[in-house]
């Protein structure tokens, strides 16, 4: 019984076995290439690079700012290649709120070999970024580049002072400075400035309308101006402020408001124009002498005609008076360029004085005492 039941029972599992699902079937046994397979070349990287290219800071002002100041900047650079020439970038903010003044300046090798530069910058506005300073190397098997990035300020303002002139200077002096007269209330004042480190382009002076720069040269770090003002006569003087960013204080320049009288020496009529003119007339009048001696001893009417030529011509050169006529319209100028500021325009035709001239333009003195610079080609010589 017992062996039956043994038997029936095994019978039974191996039915429910052969009907049941492969819950782990069986799998094909690896290839030999799916156990070894076949090894890819790894990609290849760039070679590792030694620096060529090192920039910092040399030189920077660490003080506060101002608002227009002028500030020098100065990079070193050390380019460790055989190949030196590089390039140079500055990289703005949007608002160009510090502008480089000089970016192509030269580089200047110095004995450890490093390159040290110079910029010239101006702060354009109170919150402002340094440019980002970029250099670039081109080698023959590659291009290397480095930044250096420019700091950020907020930047003083001076325009509270309203005699301030709105110019920032290292240094700031008065060379030469002339007053004339204008009208009978007015006086003509011209003056010229020299500047270091300092933002001249931006001088003005409050109170008057009528002002303006003449000529100037407003490089760095040295600059130059001429520049005029009409001014009442009421006024003792033509002041103002420019500040010193060597003492950090405003520094007052004072002009005398007094007309000086320009015309030429009124002691004599007898006006010889130069050297050579009193040497010719001095010949002249040598030969004139001699054949007045001539004639008298003579009696030669030849040498009495040459005499009296002679005296007459003499007498005619020293007495002549330099007077012209300018027609209706002219334009009277500062100073003898075709760019200078008109001052008045004749409103007729004008007997004037001629008092130089220079270059195409001759400088004529009026009956009122005023004086300026027309074109040659409008002075009417009587």
């Known amino acids: 019984m017992s062996h039956r039941f043994l038997a029936i029972t095994l019978w039974l599992c191996t039915i429910a ?12 046994a690896p290839s030999p290439a799916s156990l070894f397979p076949k090894e ?26 101002y608002h227009r100041e002028v500030i020098e900047l100065s990079y070193k650079l050390l380019v460790l290649s055989e190949k030196k020439s590089f390039r140079v970038e500055f990289l703005h903010d949007i608002e160009r709120s510090a502008q480089i003044l000089n970016p192509n300046a030269t580089w200047k090798q110095q004995g450890d070999g490093s390159f040290i530069g110079s910029f010239y910058l101006k702060i354009n506005k109170p919150n402002y970024k340094l440019p980002d300073i970029k250099v670039t190397l081109d080698l023959s098997d590659h291009t290397e580049s480095t930044t250096l990035g420019g700091r950020e300020g ?5 325009d509270r002072n309203d005699a301030f002139a709105k110019v920032i200077a290292q240094e700031f002096a008065i060379t030469d400075s002339k007053v004339t007269t204008y009208d009978n209330d007015h006086n003509l004042v011209v003056f010229k400035a020299q500047a270091k480190l300092s933002n001249l382009e931006d001088f003005s002076l409050a109170y008057f309308k009528r002002q303006g720069m003449e000529s100037s040269e407003l490089g ?7 520049y005029f003002a009409i001014i009442p006569k009421a006024r003792e003087n033509l002041e103002f402020d420019v500040f ?3 003492t950090y204080q405003y520094q007052r ?5 007094v007309a000086f009288d320009d015309r030429v020496s009124t002691q004599s009529d007898i006006k010889p124009k130069n050297t050579l003119q009193l040497f010719t007339l001095s010949i002249a009048g040598f030969f004139a002498f001699i054949f007045w001696l001539i004639a008298f001893y003579k009696r030669s009417v030849f040498s009495l005609i040459i005499a009296l030529a002679l005296s007459a011509w ?6 002549a008076k330099d007077q012209g006529t300018i027609p209706s319209g002219t334009e009277i100028r500062i100073l003898p360029t075709r760019g200078s500021t008109v001052i008045f325009v004749a409103p007729s035709a004008t007997q004037v004085k001629i008092l130089m001239e220079k270059n195409e333009f001759t400088k004529v003195l009026f009956e009122d005492e005023k004086i300026g610079w027309t074109r040659s ?3 009417q010589k009587n």
């Open 17 to 28: 076995l052969a009907e049941s699902p492969v819950l782990f079937p069986l799998q094909e």
């Open 40 to 65: 890819e070349p790894e990609p290849e990287r760039a070679p590792l690079r030694q620096k060529t290219l090192y920039l910092t800071e040399h030189s920077t002002p660490s003080r506060t700012l």
């Open 154 to 158: 907020k930047a003083i303002s001076l």
């Open 220 to 226: 760095q770090p040295n600059a130059w101006m001429i």
């Open 244 to 246: 010193n960013t060597q």
């Open 253 to 257: 320049v004072f002009l005398p408001n």
């Open 314 to 319: 003499i007498y005619f050169t020293l007495t």
């Open 377 to 379: 080609e409008f002075v």
